[in-house]
């Protein structure tokens, strides 16, 4: 089972950019597709985005409305890595960050991931 180290995050003002990152050991990453997740204060972890393998559908991408156009998920399965770009930043994405990782099920439940990151807190300032 693959473990996943996040880096990056920190505290930003709005309109603001950060990435975080999401690096991948003892299995390879090609194997998972990678989901973020967030969750503040108070409140239950939600999906962000995901990017999937290169099964199917190849590479493609999926992000929640609030941060569709502003968030970018990658991945470089050469360097075992996925990233979340985060641009257009406003205090409402206050929250601590997950990289996670599936083989399969379905990408908006936090349940259907085999893998966690251990989190990272992003704060944004108004």
């Known amino acids: 089972q693959v473990q996943l180290v996040q880096s990056g995050g920190g505290l930003v003002q709005a309109g603001g950019s950060l990435r975080l990152s999401c690096a991948a050991s003892g299995e390879a990453l090609i194997n998972y597709a990678v989901g973020w997740f967030r969750q503040a204060p108070g409140k239950e972890r939600e999906f962000v985005a995901i990017i999937w393998n290169g099964g199917s559908p190849s590479f493609s991408t999926s992000y929640a409305s609030s941060v569709k156009g502003r968030f970018t998920v990658s991945r470089d399965d050469a360097k075992n890595m996925a990233y979340l770009q985060m641009s257009d930043l406003n205090p409402e994405d206050t929250a601590v960050y997950y990289c996670?990782?599936?083989?399969?099920?379905?990408?908006?439940?936090?349940?259907?991931?085999?893998?966690w990151g251990q989190g990272t807190q992003v704060t944004v300032s108004s």
């Open positions: 996670a990782a599936q083989r399969s099920g379905s990408p908006w439940s936090a349940a259907e991931y085999q893998s």
